[in-house]
């Protein structure tokens, strides 16, 4: 049986290509190592930090998260406050141009101050990475899109992740948040045709139902019945950014981020126990989801105003 693993590089662009075999290429650069029917899949986002949302779609798309900071510059500190409010397991990377001193007062006070440390040692980071897994979840099947193309004689094609459950070849699916069904017509783990793929494997799905140009970042494949959708997202637990400085209130013009799903977003309600937006078109989720609010037009200081947890 193979396993894979998914893991953003993030904060030093240039390493994850010394860590995998170069793949797709957009806003994310994809990267690939197979050994013995263990894949693991590097991220990077190659458009921040002059785009923002690269950044977050990377650590979404992320089971575990390579840190690599080789010195302390704004796009860094950026990154530092983003990776901290997104809270997935985090490995920092010290390079030889920041002190173990300096490392620990930009981390102060964040879950990074914690977090694993190790040096930039290619061989050593290889062979970390390498010993990482996704984590297995059971259920119906759940596939996030993050990129898709068509194929001559074959058609829509979608790239993702195998994020719960098994996909098998001929499943019928709904295109979340769409109305939409696609049926499944071909699998495809690392360019190898399979009929069935587990959980945390990076799969190519070649659907029937639907044209490649109407497939984008933000769907997800699921069965009919086990998403919601709606422009209307409200939830609690807000954990703001102890960064961000905007004036966060009613009325407030943000960006939703749920999974690799982002639209622009109006700030309805913000109480200790509940916040409430209104993104200006559906996004497809599940109770109990992350979702991240963000400010593209901050002056200064991080884009990241908080995370929440959907109802």
């Known amino acids: 049986m193979t396993t894979g693993v998914t893991v953003a590089v993030v904060g030093s662009p240039g390493i994850a290509k010394e860590l995998g075999k170069k793949g797709t290429e957009s806003d994310l650069t994809l990267y690939h190592t197979v050994r013995d029917d263990h894949a693991v899949t590097l991220v990077e986002p190659t458009q921040f930090p002059e785009k923002y ?3 977050v779609a990377a650590l979404a798309m992320a089971d575990r998260v390579l840190l690599v900071v080789n010195e302390l510059t704004r796009p ?6 983003t990776v901290d409010v997104v809270d997935v397991p985090t490995t920092v990377v010290l390079g030889t141009s920041v002190g173990t001193e300096e490392l620990s007062r930009a981390l102060k006070g964040s879950r990074l101050e914690a977090a694993d440390r190790r040096a930039l040692d290619l061989p050593e980071l290889r062979a970390l990475v390498d010993g990482w897994t996704a984590p297995v979840r059971d259920g119906p099947v759940l596939v996030p899109i993050d990129h898709a193309f068509p194929v001559k004689g074959v058609g829509a094609v979608a790239l993702g992740v195998v994020r719960r459950g098994t996909l098998h070849s001929h499943d019928a699916l709904k295109l979340w948040p769409t109305p939409r069904t696609v049926e499944v017509r071909s699998i495809q783990v690392h360019d190898i045709d ?4 587990a959980c945390g494997e990076r799969v190519g799905v070649a659907l029937r139902g639907v044209e490649a140009d109407e497939l984008a970042r933000g769907q997800t494949l699921a069965p009919e019945g086990t998403m919601r959708e709606g422009p209307a997202l409200s939830g609690g637990s807000f954990v703001r950014c102890r960064y961000y400085r905007g004036d966060l209130r009613a009325g407030a013009q943000l960006h939703v981020v749920v999974g690799l799903g982002s639209a622009p977003a109006s700030l309805d309600e ?4 509940r916040l409430t937006v209104t993104a200006d078109r559906p996004l497809a989720y599940e109770p109990g989801d992350p979702a991240y609010l963000l400010d593209l037009s901050v002056p200064t200081g991080p884009r990241i105003v908080g995370r929440f947890t959907l109802g």
């Open 76 to 81: 860094i500190a950026e990154t530092i406050a």
């Open 194 to 197: 399979r009929k069935e793929a």
């Open 53 to 55: 949302l690269p950044l």
């Open 270 to 273: 913000l109480s200790p126990t």
